[in-house]
């Protein structure tokens, strides 16, 4: 299976803060990826498909970039709601992998 | 708006079977698959497997050997069984809406059930 690194496993940020999110495959998944967000208590939400592809519904401060085994997650602006962990998906070949997860606190 | 809720037994013993339900409203269930994914208190998240609405499925092969997912496209539902539990299948489980294709990703989740398995 394809193992998932994020990095770091945890950070504080302040309120308009930039925030970037590693997450690393230990092969190549092209552009297989995706990033989902979780609050406490409620199920993961999708943000980015495809590597860098915004849901529908997104706020434009998130944004995805990456290819082949490097790829980040970036909130340009830091809100009061991003407060959360995120992690990184890999849907290039089964089984789907999740990354570890990166909680983002409040500093 | 698509909605996925889970049901089933919150308290499971070990070495029984985990059942969960997870009724699909607002959209059909034909043409996506169908996913459980879990995630063990304070841990992270592992797929466990799909079905697609033509009955076709992929585990994981960590559970292979203990799971079923099956679908009931007439009451537009699909469901897991896991046999053969221990207290490391204490977990919530999530069912989840894929798209696989040119672009793949869960777009719809299921708010979650807590399975405990204990004695």
């Known amino acids: 299976a394809i193992q998932m690194t994020q990095s770091p496993s945890s950070l504080s940020a302040s309120i308009g803060d930039r925030v970037t999110i590693s997450c690393r495959a230990s092969q190549g998944i092209r552009n297989d990826l995706g990033w989902y967000q979780q609050k406490p208590g409620k199920a993961p939400k999708l943000l980015i498909y495809?590597?860098?592809s915004l849901q529908g519904g997104v706020p434009s401060r998130f944004s995805g970039r990456g290819s082949g085994t490097d790829f980040t997650l970036t909130i340009s602006s830091l809100q009061p709601e991003d407060f959360a962990t995120y992690y990184c998906l890999q849907d290039f070949n089964y089984p789907l992998t999740f990354g570890g997860g990166t909680k983002v606190e409040i500093k | 708006q698509v909605q996925l809720q889970e049901s089933g037994p919150r308290l499971v013993k070990p070495s029984e079977t985990l059942s969960l339900t997870c009724a699909v409203s607002?959209?059909?269930?034909?043409?996506?698959?169908w996913n459980w994914i879990r995630q063990p208190p304070g841990k992270g998240l592992e797929w466990i497997g799909y079905i697609y609405y033509s009955g076709s499925t992929n585990y994981n092969p960590s559970l292979k050997s203990r799971v079923t997912i099956s679908v009931d496209t007439s009451n537009n539902q699909f469901s897991l069984k896991l046999r053969s539990v221990t207290a490391a299948d204490t977990a919530v489980y999530y069912c989840?809406?894929?798209?696989?294709?040119?672009?793949?990703?869960?777009?719809?989740w299921g708010q979650g059930t807590l399975v405990t398995v204990s004695s």
């Open positions: 989840a809406r894929g798209i696989f294709g040119v672009v793949s990703l869960f777009d719809y």
């Open positions: 607002g959209g059909s269930i034909s043409s996506y698959y």
């Open positions: 495809a590597a860098s």
